[in-house]
């Protein structure tokens, strides 16, 4: 029940596509879902959040879809740019919690 | 603020040797956490911790030991080094309110 489940597994696109990249989970009481970059060699970088009083959320070319009641949510990428090429994490938490439960994360490539 | 340091970058022991990674944060967040990532695993939780003399085990906890004397370090030690701890190894810290965490650039460990 603690489990972030994330899709696919990697993901090819062309510049300019748009990437879209899906994590469900089945404990309601989860109460804010981030999305986290990494590029090689690095750590892992806050990219996005939202919580499930929204049903949608931008930040410039990133947008998370958000569905309650079917507890999935996605990460879209516009205009997807080959700088965007990185591993993308979903994760979970919720408030009785201390541990934010991630996904497995999805390669992105963007080929030029 | 350097937000989240780690040291070494790079590490590679011989099976049965002991170490310790360090890490630090200067943003004084109460929750530190250590994990390490290994490929098509994601990101796994070693240890925690919520504050200064408290620490608690994570998903993989075995071989690894915490202590958090302060609130801005928390260094993981490997008792016995052993070829399956050959990882990427990130620290993380948030606030408590802020679910927002923060990586270190990660310490990369090879054991022979």
């Known amino acids: 029940q603690q489990q972030v489940k994330q899709s696919p597994q990697s993901l090819i696109v062309q510049k300019g596509g748009i990437p879209i990249i899906n994590c469900a989970y089945e404990?309601?009481?989860?109460?804010?879902f981030p999305w986290y970059q990494q590029f090689p060699g690095k750590g892992p970088a806050l990219l996005i959040a939202?919580?499930?009083?929204?049903s949608e959320k931008k930040e410039g070319r990133f947008t998370i879809s958000f569905n309650k009641s079917a507890k999935q949510f996605s990460l879209h990428i516009m205009d997807s740019q080959p700088g965007d090429s990185a591993t993308y994490f979903c994760a979970a938490i919720w408030g009785g919690s201390e541990k934010l439960v991630f996904g497995k994360g999805t390669k992105l490539t963007v080929n030029p | 603020n350097a937000g989240v340091t780690q040291t070494p970058k790079f590490q590679v022991l011989k099976t049965g040797q002991s170490m310790t990674l360090q890490c630090a944060q200067d943003m004084n967040h109460e929750y530190m956490s250590w994990y390490r990532q290994d490929p098509g695993m994601g990101l796994r939780l070693i240890h925690y911790?919520?504050?200064?003399?408290?620490?608690d085990q994570g998903e993989v906890p075995n071989g690894y030991n915490v202590s958090r004397s302060t609130t801005e370090d928390f260094p993981l030690r490997l008792l016995s080094a052993a070829p399956s701890q050959t990882s990427v190894y990130f620290c993380?810290?948030?606030?408590?309110?802020?679910?927002?965490?923060?990586f270190g650039p990660g310490t990369r460990l090879t054991v022979t």
């Open positions: 993380a810290s948030r606030g408590m309110v802020d679910y927002e965490q923060y």
């Open positions: 939202i919580r499930p009083d929204v």
């Open positions: 404990n309601t009481a989860f109460d804010y």
């Open positions: 911790s919520v504050g200064a003399g408290i620490t």
